[in-house]
């Protein structure tokens, strides 16, 4: 997604079918099973040899289990191969490895249909055969599928063999599947169908507002690159159609938020959680770290990266030339500095980007090459779309979708390179052979996307032949990393408030939004004029709306990205076979294990945040930036 400079709003992933699915399943990871005996054999980078050499041609998962004409239409088409599985006997390790691939197998059919209904839904919003798909699925099918879910988790928590299987490479699987097992509740299930069909209703407004400039009706994302133009009375004007668009349907996404709110409060409190925040930290599978190492995040961001945010618009400001800052001006360059625009169509993102991946590996190219044969990329912004940006990894296949809205600026690119990443991860671990072992957290998935971003920088010159281009480009791709941490303690912050605070009103909401905004600003522009906007300017932020608790990830992803990209500058072939080698595991390993596989620490303590933090100012100096 694009997110304007001082006012960030995170290039990232929408809503993954990893989200899609774990809200189908009504657990933290998909129920697919493993492949148990050939863990050796799935893995595609574990030494130079192959990671060098590593292929991205890929297969659709041959069908032993369900019909290869099977598709999904309706429940009662589906609901015998549930009873099967729910139903067989396994009376030996070996039946228990073929109920686990006939689960996992099923599994992969049902995410891809869910994803193809939520990819075409996000590509054309007024499209109503699009939505009903989508509505038909939550609403007629998913509620039916969790109890069967929860009887299989059963089954297979119980079975005398279970404890026969690998418990490395197991463990995470199976300690999500007691999770699930745990947090299942029968009367949730049509609640959380419900909030399924309502967090989708976020998307369908946001993708409706435009605003006229020029004479001309643009979406808000493409609207936004009038705010790099030099005119500064351009930009004001453009900010304040903005300001005005998003602030005509505030009550609109208020009503809906309350909405989310009571529903999913209403789940924790069914499973025996005092709060949703809390509910969701087990959900998620947040084995790795608690609320409180969130809390030291916050304040580490605050102490050590926000003086960095402070210098980077300070030094901007002096650039401009400008005494006070306004919101309009984040993003904008001198007089006589045309914006950066690196692309003009959506075909010559595809390409350019096809070319900076080769130069870094050939098998990243690869990646994009396969995607680019089978139609999986839908890049420019258009009127009807939903927001943002993601890339949809697609379990039978194998094959993902990368879906954004891009209007021809830096953040477009930068978008690319990082979905760019999270595609390379689907390709590393669709050898894995059962579904479980691909669903990683979002904090290793955003490690891949954030690293891919600073491994890519040096090979921008293929978008900018002017060496200053190139120059301004890596600087902002630097901001964008320093600027988007204070941005995601600020979310993560409002969210642990907003679920232990059940019951608060819009007014309260507002206030608390606005205590912790100030917080977390630099405090050099002025926002006079655009208090009620800048009030509002949570919703936003999509992920308080359709993924819940879904963005600390970021912040943890982003550090890791920056020591990936302190290794990478220290010895880039090394970086790279580790960086391979990590995403090529799935989720087969802790988050520990799969970080330290990757060369760097799982760590988000305020010692190494300021660390890390050093180490931009560092890459900043060099770039010749004065504050």
Known sequence: MAFERGKPFLNCPIVTPRVVMKSIAGM???ISAHDFYYADTCIIALNRNQTMNATARIEKNPRTFLPEDFTLTTWEALQPYFED?????????????????????????????????????????????????????????????????????????????????????FFPYLRNVATAVSLYREQNVPIQAELSVLAQQYGTISGQMTVEVQGKEYTLQQAARFLQKPDRGLREEVFGK?????????????????????????????????????????????????????FNFHQAVKEHILPLQKMLVEARRQRLGLE??????????????????????????????REV?????????????????????????RIGKAPGGYNCPLAETGVPFIFMNAAGTIG??????????????????????????????????????????????????????????????QLEEMERVITVLPWIATIDKFQHWLYTHPGHTAAQREEEWMNI????????????????????????????????????????????AIAMWRQYRQNKEQALDNYMKALSLGYTKTLKELYATAGIQFDFSPAYINELGAFVKERLTEMGLKA
């Not at 969701?280 to 608690?290: I, N, W």
């Open 28 to 30: 933290p990871a998909r």
């Open 85 to 169: 599985l729910k139903n067989r006997a396994i009376n030996s390790r070996e039946e228990l490895d073929h109920w686990l691939k006939d689960v996992s197998e099923l599994e992969a059919v049902i995410s891809e249909d869910a994803s193809w209904r939520q990819i075409k839904m996000t590509i054309d919003t007024t499209n109503k055969e699009y939505e009903d798909a989508f509505t038909y699925f939550c609403l007629e099918i998913e509620p039916k599928m969790k109890p069967y879910f929860f009887e299989i988790n059963k089954k297979l928590l119980s079975s005398p063999y279970q404890g026969e299987l690998d418990n490395g490479e």
């Open 242 to 294: 903005i300001a005005a668009r998003r602030l005509q349907d505030k009550d609109k996404l208020n009503e809906l938020f309350d909405q989310l709110l009571a529903k999913r409060h209403e789940v924790a409190l069914n499973a025996g959680f005092d709060n949703y925040r809390d509910y969701k930290f087990k959900e998620l599978g947040r084995f790795d770290y608690t609320p409180e190492d969130c």
């Open 324 to 353: 006070v800052m306004r919101p309009w001006d984040g993003d904008a360059e001198p007089e006589g500095t045309e914006p950066l625009q690196p692309f003009s169509t959506g075909q010559e993102l595809q390409d350019g980007a």
């Open 357 to 381: 991946f080769g130069r870094l590996r050939p098998f990243f190219k690869e990646c994009l090459d396969t995607m680019v044969d089978m139609k999986r990329l839908d890049l420019e912004s």
């Open 412 to 473: 477009d690119l930068i978008t690319m390179m990082h979905e760019g990443g999270h595609a390379v991860h689907s390709f590393l671990s669709h050898p894995l052979k059962l579904s479980a072992f691909k669903e990683y957290p979002m904090e290793i998935a955003e490690l891949a996307s954030m690293s891919m971003e600073l491994f890519t920088m040096e090979h921008w010159d293929v978008f900018f032949k002017n060496e200053a281009e190139l120059h301004r480009a």
């Open 517 to 560: 905004l100030q917080e977390f600003s630099t405090g050099i522009t002025d926002w006079s004029g655009y208090e009620e906007y800048r009030q509002n300017f949570w919703q936003k932020q999509l992920h308080l709306f359709e993924v819940p608790f879904y963005y600390i990830e970021y912040g943890i992803a982003q550090l890791g």
